[in-house]
C-alpha cells in the first residue's frame, strides 16, 4: 500500500481472527488492531479529525497552540499531528502515567503540565479547563466532549469493521472518552439493528478514586448510554492476565486496557456458547504493549503484576 | 451468605473506614436499604428521588446496573456489589 505522507495512512487496521482463545467455529473472536495506526494507538483517528475539523472552522490557525488533558495516547497523536502542521502543543496529564508516554509526547515536542495523581484524569481536565480559560488563545480540542472523536470512528472504524466482518454481532472497546463506543456503536447499529455494543470500562486502584466529593464525578459529554448494550467493569488483575493470554496464545502484543476488552469480549462469548447462538466479536487492541513495560506489566507473576499497576492510569 | 459490597474511600466515613461490608435483600433497593440500617446515611448518598445518583456508579458482578435493572436489578447471596464514583478515562 503506497500512501502520500503519514498521516494519509491513517485506519484500514487489520481485523484478526483469534482461533484459539474463540471458544468454537461459530463463535468467534476478532481483534481490530489499532496498534497499527501512525502514532501506534486508536487515538490517531480522533487526533487528526479534532484537528482537521478545528481547521476547518477556523479555530486553529498557524502558529496557535492546542491544549488537551490527556492520560497519554491521545496527546501523542495530537502532537504528532500538530507538529506535521506547525501548531504547538501542551498536554495536562495525570502525573501516574508511565514515563514512555511521558518520553513520546517530549519526542514530538510537546510540553507537559503534570496534574496531581489522585483524582486520576478528573483532574488533568479540571486543570486544563482553568487553563484554557486563563488563556483564551490556546485551542482546546477538549476530547471528552468534541463530536468529531465520535464521529472518526462513524466515519473509519465503524465502516471497516463492517466491511471486513459483515457477520458481526458484538463490538466491545474500553470505555474512556466513550469516542469509539459512541462512534462505532452509532454506524454498526443504523446498519445492524440487533449488534450488541459492550464497553468495558477500566477499574483502577483507589487513589484514581480519590475525589473529595461524590458531585465532583465526571461523565463525558459525548456520552450516551442509549447506544451501549451494556457495561463492564473490568479490574487491573484480570486486564493483565488477557494482556498476557493475547500474548501467549495469539501472538498479540497489546497495551493493558485491551486485555480489560478481551476480557469482555470472552464474556460475551461465553454467553453466547451458553445460549447456542453464532457469534461474531469484534474488540478493540487500543495500542500495543510497547508504552507499558516500565509498568512490569508483562513480567513476573500476575500478583507482582498487579501491584506494580496499582494506583497507575492503564488504559 | 450474604452480598458483599464494596464501598469507595469517599464513603468510607459512614462505614467505619471498611472497605466492604454486608448486605441482604433481594433488589439493590432492598440491600442498600438494608445497609442503611447498620450505616445510616449511605443510601442517600447513593440514590435521589429519581433512582441512582448522576455519578454514582453501581456494579452487580462487574456489570453496570443502569443496564440491567437500575435500583429494581435483582440480586441474590454469593453476588458482589461495587459502587465507585463516575470517573474521567482516556
New interface residues.
Partial sequence: MRFDSLLDSLGRTPLVGLPRLSPSPEVRLWAKLEDRNPTGSVKDRPAFFMIDKAEKDGLLTPGRTILE???GN?GISLAMVAKLRGYKMICVMPENTSEERRQLLRMWGAEIISSPAA????E??RVAKKLAGEHPDWVMLY??GNEANALAHYETTGPEILEDLPTVTHFVA????T?TLMGVGRFLREHKPDVRIV?A???YG?L?????????????ELYD?SV????????SADALRRTRELLEQEGIFAGVSTGGALHAAIGMARKAVKAGERADIAFVVADGGWKYLSTGAYEGTLEDAEERLEGQLW? | MAIEVRI????RTLTDGAKAVEGKGTSLDELFADLDTRHPGLRA?LVDDKGL?????V?LN???V???GGLETEVSDGDNV?I???????
Fill in positions: 488533558p490527556t492520560s491521545t483524582g486520576g484524569s478528573n488533568a481536565v476530547q471528552y474500553g470505555l474512556g472518552t469516542g464497553a470500562e477500566p477499574r483507589e484514581v478514586y480519590g475525589l473529595r466529593n461524590i458531585d465532583e464525578g465526571f461523565i463525558p448510554d451501549l448494550t451494556t457495561r463492564f467493569s473490568v479490574g488504559a | 469507595p474511600t469517599i464513603l448518598r445518583r448522576k455519578f454514582v456508579n456494579y462487574d456489570e453496570d443502569r443496564f440491567l461495587t465507585l464514583p463516575a470517573v474521567a478515562g482516556g
